[in-house]
C-alpha cells in the first residue's frame, strides 16, 4: 500500500510540470503552430493579457511576415493590446515588418554571424516601425510604444534596397500621443540600409494645433530610450546610422558602433554626402533633439563623424574616431542654436581631419566645450573652425605624435570667474592683430608685482595757479594704502611736484605754468579685507621630495 502511494506521489509530482503547461496558454511553442502566421498565432492563441512565445526550435517556422500585437478583433469587436514576447533560435528569420507596440519584447540569441538573423522581405519598408495613421488605436486611444525590448539580433536589409531604413520611430505622421517611450535596444547589428540604420522622429514645431492638452493630448516624441552595444555600417552611398530629427529627448547610446563603407580611410567611391551621426532639423523648427548622451561611441570611415544642426544638451564621453574627413559638425539649423554639447576625451586617430578637415566646426552654436581630446596626428590640424568658434571652450587638447606640441593650455570661450588665487608662470593677452586681423595675431605681456599692486593713471590740466587736484573713486582709500606717485609734463616742463598726497581720495599738483597738461600715475597696495588674509608669498620653500 505504501509503495503504490509512494509512487502516485511521484508520478503527480513529475506530471505536474506537464499539466501546468499545457493549462499556460500564455506560454506558447511555435513549433506545435507550424501552420498558422506568427500573426495568427498572437490573434488567436495568445491571451488577452499576453502570452511568451518560443520560436527558438529548429522546427519553428522561420517566417515571423508581419507582426503587430493590438490589430486583434476578439468576439464582440473589442480591439485588445497584447503584451508579447518572443524568442529567436540562431536562425535567420524572414521578417515584412514588426510594429512596435506596449510591451513587445523580441529576444534573439546574438547579433554574430551565428546569432539571429532578421533578414526584410518587404523592399524600401522598415523592419520596424511604430504605428501609422491607418493602424488600429491600443486600448488606451493611442499610439505609444512604451517597454519596447529588442536584444539580440542581426537586422539585414532587403537586398538592392534605395532608402530602407532598419527602425523608423516617426512620431509625425501620426500627430498625438505617439512614439516610443522606457524602451531599450540591445546588441543589435544593422546591415545594408540606405537610408538609414535608425530614425527618431518626433515634431519640429510647437505649439500644434492638431493636440489638445485639455484632452490629454501631445505632440508625438521619443523619449527616455536606451541603445547599448549598436553597431551599424553604411551601405555606399546610404545614410546615416542614427538620425534624430525634432521633438527627441532623453536618448543614451552606450558602446555605439556607427560605422562608414570607408575602409580604414575617407570613403570616395562614392563621395559620402551623410554624416554616420546626425542629430538636428535639415528643414528648420523650434523643436529639436534635446538630452542626447553617447558613451564610448566609435565613429569612423566617413566623410563626417557626427553633425549637429541645431540640438541642445548632447554629450560624448570617451569617443574614438578613426578614417574621418571631419570630427563633429556643428552646423546652422537656422532656429536653433547648437547650444550645450559637451565631447570630452575623445580620441581622434591621425587619419581624422587630415588635409581640409577639422577636429569640430562650430557655426551657430553656444557653450560648446571640447575637453580633453587625444589627437595621434602629426599635425596639429586645426582643432575648432566656423564662424561660432570664438563660443567653443577648448580644454587641455593633447597631440600624442607631435613632441613640440604635447600638451596645450585651455582655452575658453566666455568669462571666467575664479573664487581663490590663480597661480601661473608667465601671462598674457592675444587678440586679433589689429592692422591685419586676418592673417595675424597681436600678444602682450602681462604688468607683475610681488606686492598687489592696483595701478591707476590720467592727465590733468593746470589751473591758473599752476596746480591741480586729482579726484580718485571714492572707495580709493577702502582699497589702498602706501601710495606711489609718478608725474610728467606734457609739450613744457615744470618744477611739478605732489603738493598733497592721498587725503579724502584726492591729491594734488603744484609747481607748474597755468594750462600745463601734467601725465599722473599713482599706485596703492590693496588692504581689503580678503588681500590682508591672503598675502602672496614672495619667497617660499619647495616641498621636500
Given at each position: 500500500?505504501?509503495?503504490?502511494?509512494?509512487?502516485?506521489?511521484?508520478?503527480?509530482?513529475?506530471?505536474?510540470?506537464?499539466?501546468?503547461?499545457?493549462?499556460?496558454?500564455?506560454?506558447?511553442?511555435?513549433?506545435?503552430?507550424?501552420?498558422?502566421s506568427?500573426?495568427?498565432?498572437v490573434?488567436?492563441?495568445?491571451?488577452?493579457?499576453?502570452?511568451?512565445?518560443?520560436?527558438?526550435?529548429?522546427?519553428?517556422?522561420?517566417?515571423?511576415g508581419?507582426?503587430?500585437?493590438?490589430?486583434?478583433?476578439?468576439?464582440g469587436n473589442?480591439?485588445v493590446?497584447?503584451?508579447?514576447?518572443?524568442?529567436?533560435?540562431?536562425?535567420?528569420?524572414?521578417?515584412?515588418?514588426?510594429?512596435?507596440?506596449?510591451?513587445?519584447?523580441?529576444?534573439?540569441?546574438?547579433?554574430?554571424?551565428?546569432?539571429?538573423?532578421?533578414q526584410?522581405?518587404?523592399?524600401?519598408?522598415?523592419?520596424f516601425?511604430?504605428?501609422?495613421?491607418?493602424?488600429?488605436?491600443d486600448?488606451?486611444?493611442d499610439?505609444?510604444?512604451?517597454?519596447?525590448?529588442?536584444?539580440?539580433?542581426?537586422?539585414?536589409?532587403?537586398?538592392?534596397n534605395?532608402?530602407?531604413?532598419?527602425?523608423?520611430?516617426?512620431?509625425?505622421?501620426?500627430?498625438?500621443?505617439t512614439g516610443v517611450?522606457h524602451?531599450?535596444?540591445e546588441?543589435?547589428y544593422l546591415?545594408?540600409?540606405m537610408?538609414?540604420?535608425?530614425?527618431?522622429?518626433g515634431?519640429?514645431?510647437?505649439?500644434?494645433?492638431?493636440c489638445?492638452?485639455g484632452?490629454?493630448?501631445?505632440?508625438?516624441i521619443?523619449?527616455?530610450?536606451?541603445?547599448?552595444?549598436?553597431?551599424?555600417?553604411?551601405p555606399?552611398?546610404?545614410g546615416?546610422?542614427?538620425r534624430?530629427?525634432?521633438f527627441?529627448?532623453?536618448?543614451?547610446?552606450?558602446?555605439?558602433?556607427m560605422?562608414?563603407?570607408?575602409q580604414?580611410a575617407?570613403?570616395?567611391?562614392?563621395?559620402?554626402?551623410?554624416?554616420?551621426?546626425?542629430?538636428?532639423?535639415?528643414?528648420?523648427g523650434?523643436?529639436?533633439?534635446y538630452s542626447?548622451h553617447f558613451?564610448n561611441?566609435?565613429?569612423?570611415?566617413?566623410?563626417t563623424?557626427?553633425?549637429?544642426?541645431?540640438?541642445?544638451?548632447?554629450?560624448?564621453?570617451?569617443?574614438?574616431?578613426e578614417?574621418?574627413?571631419?570630427?563633429?559638425?556643428?552646423?546652422?539649423e537656422?532656429?536653433?542654436?547648437?547650444?550645450?554639447?559637451?565631447?570630452?576625451?575623445?580620441?581622434?586617430?591621425?587619419?581624422?581631419?587630415?588635409?581640409?578637415?577639422?577636429?569640430?566646426?562650430?557655426?551657430n552654436?553656444?557653450?560648446?566645450?571640447?575637453?580633453?581630446?587625444?589627437?595621434?596626428a602629426?599635425?596639429?590640424?586645426?582643432?575648432?573652425?566656423?564662424t561660432?568658434?570664438?563660443n567653443?571652450n577648448?580644454?587641455?587638447?593633447?597631440?600624442?605624435?607631435?613632441?613640440?606640441?604635447?600638451q596645450?593650455?585651455?582655452?575658453?570661450?566666455?568669462d571666467?570667474?575664479?573664487?581663490?588665487?590663480?597661480t601661473?608662470?608667465?601671462?598674457?593677452?592675444?587678440?586679433?592683430?589689429?592692422?591685419?586681423?586676418?592673417?595675424?595675431?597681436?600678444?602682450?605681456?602681462?604688468v607683475?608685482?610681488?606686492d598687489?599692486?592696483?595701478?591707476?593713471?590720467?592727465?590733468?590740466?593746470?589751473?591758473?595757479?599752476?596746480?591741480?587736484?586729482?579726484?580718485?573713486?571714492?572707495?580709493?582709500?577702502?582699497?589702498n594704502?602706501?601710495?606711489?606717485?609718478?608725474?610728467?609734463c606734457?609739450?613744457?616742463?615744470?618744477?611739478?611736484?605732489?603738493?598733497?598726497?592721498?587725503?579724502?581720495?584726492?591729491?594734488?599738483i603744484?609747481?607748474?605754468?597755468?594750462?600745463?597738461?601734467?601725465?599722473?600715475?599713482?599706485?596703492?597696495?590693496?588692504?581689503?579685507?580678503?588681500?590682508n588674509?591672503?598675502?602672496?608669498?614672495?619667497?617660499?620653500?619647495k616641498?621636500?621630495?
Amino acid at each position: 500500500m505504501n509503495f503504490w502511494k509512494t509512487f502516485l506521489l511521484l508520478f503527480l509530482v513529475s506530471a505536474a510540470p506537464v499539466i501546468a503547461q499545457q493549462q499556460n496558454t500564455g506560454v506558447i511553442y511555435a513549433d506545435q503552430y507550424t501552420t498558422m502566421s506568427y500573426q495568427d498565432i498572437v490573434n488567436k492563441v495568445c491571451p488577452p493579457e499576453g502570452c511568451i512565445i518560443f520560436a527558438n526550435s529548429a522546427n519553428a517556422s522561420k517566417n515571423l511576415g508581419t507582426i503587430d500585437t493590438v490589430a486583434i478583433l476578439q468576439p464582440g469587436n473589442v480591439l485588445v493590446s497584447k503584451v508579447v514576447t518572443i524568442y529567436l533560435g540562431p536562425y535567420t528569420y524572414n521578417v515584412d515588418h514588426i510594429i512596435l507596440r506596449k510591451g513587445l519584447k523580441i529576444i534573439g540569441m546574438g547579433a554574430s554571424d551565428t546569432g539571429t538573423q532578421l533578414q526584410s522581405t518587404n523592399n524600401n519598408f522598415p523592419l520596424f516601425k511604430l504605428p501609422g495613421p491607418s493602424d488600429p488605436l491600443d486600448v488606451k486611444g493611442d499610439k505609444i510604444a512604451s517597454d519596447v525590448y529588442l536584444y539580440g539580433f542581426r537586422m539585414l536589409a532587403f537586398a538592392g534596397n534605395t532608402f530602407q531604413v532598419a527602425m523608423y520611430l516617426d512620431a509625425v505622421s501620426v500627430p498625438c500621443n505617439t512614439g516610443v517611450w522606457h524602451s531599450t535596444f540591445e546588441d543589435l547589428y544593422l546591415q545594408g540600409f540606405m537610408g538609414a540604420g535608425f530614425i527618431f522622429s518626433g515634431t519640429a514645431t510647437i505649439p500644434n494645433s492638431s493636440c489638445n492638452p485639455g484632452a490629454n493630448q501631445f505632440p508625438g516624441i521619443n523619449q527616455f530610450l536606451s541603445l547599448r552595444n549598436i553597431w551599424a555600417t553604411r551601405p555606399p552611398g546610404g545614410g546615416p546610422n542614427l538620425r534624430i530629427e525634432g521633438f527627441n529627448g532623453q536618448i543614451d547610446c552606450i558602446e555605439c558602433h556607427m560605422d562608414g563603407w570607408g575602409q580604414g580611410a575617407v570613403p570616395t567611391n562614392p563621395a559620402d554626402g551623410w554624416a554616420n551621426i546626425f542629430i538636428g532639423n535639415l528643414s528648420g523648427g523650434n523643436q529639436t533633439p534635446y538630452s542626447i548622451h553617447f558613451v564610448n561611441l566609435t565613429s569612423q570611415g566617413a566623410a563626417t563623424g557626427v553633425q549637429i544642426e541645431g540640438a541642445r544638451h548632447v554629450t560624448f564621453i570617451g569617443s574614438h574616431h578613426e578614417a574621418l574627413q571631419n570630427g563633429y559638425l556643428l552646423s546652422d539649423e537656422g532656429t536653433v542654436s547648437n547650444t550645450d554639447i559637451l565631447i570630452e576625451n575623445a580620441f581622434f586617430a591621425g587619419n581624422v581631419a587630415s588635409g581640409s578637415g577639422f577636429i569640430l566646426s562650430a557655426n551657430n552654436a553656444v557653450g560648446i566645450t571640447l575637453s580633453t581630446p587625444l589627437i595621434d596626428a602629426p599635425g596639429p590640424p586645426p582643432i575648432v573652425t566656423g564662424t561660432s568658434a570664438a563660443n567653443v571652450n577648448v580644454i587641455s587638447p593633447f597631440w600624442n605624435l607631435n613632441s613640440s606640441r604635447k600638451q596645450l593650455a585651455t582655452t575658453i570661450a566666455g568669462d571666467l570667474t575664479v573664487n581663490g588665487r590663480l597661480t601661473k608662470t608667465t601671462g598674457s593677452f592675444t587678440i586679433d592683430h589689429p592692422l591685419d586681423p586676418e592673417h595675424k595675431n597681436l600678444s602682450h605681456s602681462f604688468v607683475e608685482s610681488p606686492d598687489m599692486k592696483n595701478v591707476y593713471d590720467g592727465v590733468a590740466v593746470l589751473d591758473r595757479n599752476g596746480k591741480a587736484e586729482i579726484k580718485l573713486p571714492e572707495w580709493f582709500q577702502a582699497l589702498n594704502q602706501d601710495f606711489r606717485y609718478q608725474l610728467s609734463c606734457i609739450g613744457a616742463s615744470a618744477p611739478i611736484y605732489i603738493a598733497q598726497g592721498v587725503r579724502n581720495n584726492s591729491f594734488r599738483i603744484a609747481g607748474g605754468r597755468p594750462g600745463l597738461r601734467v601725465s599722473w600715475q599713482v599706485t596703492g597696495i590693496r588692504h581689503d579685507p580678503y588681500a590682508n588674509a591672503n598675502r602672496i608669498r614672495v619667497e617660499e620653500d619647495k616641498p621636500s621630495k
